[in-house]
Every structure is written in C-alpha cells, then in structure tokens.
C-alpha cells in the first residue's frame, strides 16, 4: 500500500464556522431563557427574554470564536498542529467542507473547521491522508475478537 504525500494546509475554519457556532450558542441560550422565564411565569414563556438571551449569547460567542490559524501537517508518518504532534480524524466530510478532530498528543480535543475554499487544491491531498493514514496496513496486528472463543 503506499502512503499519502505529504500535504500541509493553514486553516481557521472561516466566518461560517464562526457563524455556526454563534448560532448554536444563541439557540442553546434563547431555550434556557424561555424555559426559566415560562418556570418563573407560571407557563408563559417570555419572547423578549429568550430574544436578549440568544442576541447576548450569539455576540459573546461571535467574538469568542475569533479566527485563529491553525497550521496543520501530515509529513508522511504522523500528523501535527502547529508543530505539536496530535491525532487528526474525519468527523463530518460534506465534500467542500471538513470537521476534523484532533487529539494533540499530551490530551484534551480541538474541533477544525476546513473550507475547500481554504485549503484550495491541497484538500485532495488532505482528504487522501486523512483516509489512508488512518486505514490498517498489512502490518498492522489483526482486531481481537469482541467474544472470547467458547
């Protein structure tokens, strides 16, 4: 089997991925505060509270989510972000957009957002690594039984 080339990509995830999760964040805020405001109202839910909420959430979210580069790397043997060695795997692949997810290798987990429009031609080549590296080669030990033989 051969291996995929080396590819390196800078990626942010862009303004959707931003928008994306500003959205989330006000709707997660606009259910809490309809809940709370129909709690504290005997049933009727306030629309204006649920309104302010979501606004507020979907502001502080928009800016918490501020672009940062990220600089990933497959060199052939091993993946790395921004030098740091890690983990990458494919979460969600709409075909011009990529949710990775990476596991550096001291812990804890980062979710990256990639446009075909980012990575420009070079997402075929991601794509290719991210598949292969991740599929078992011919030397790879074989999968233990889920059952132990009776």
């Known amino acids: 089997m051969r291996h995929p080339p080396p590819v390196a990509v800078t990626c942010s995830g862009g303004a959707p ?58 060199d052939g043997a091993e993946w790395s972000a921004d030098g740091a060695p890690c983990a990458a795997e494919v979460s969600i692949d709409l075909g011009r957009w990529l949710l990775l997810r990476l596991t550096p290798a001291e812990g804890g987990t980062r979710w990256l957002a990639l446009g075909a429009r980012e990575a420009g031609s070079r997402i075929h080549l991601l794509r290719a690594a991210l598949y292969c590296a991740a599929a078992p080669t011919a030397s790879s030990p074989p999968a233990s039984p889920s059952r132990p033989a009776p």
Not at 28 to 53: E, N, Q
């Open 17 to 74: 991925w931003r928008a994306v999760q500003a959205l989330l964040a006000a709707l997660a805020a606009a259910a809490v505060a309809a809940w709370a405001s129909a709690w504290l109202a005997d049933g009727h839910p306030s629309a204006a509270a649920a309104f302010l909420a979501a606004f507020a959430a979907g502001l502080l979210a928009w800016r918490l989510a501020a672009l940062r580069p990220l600089a990933l790397r497959w």
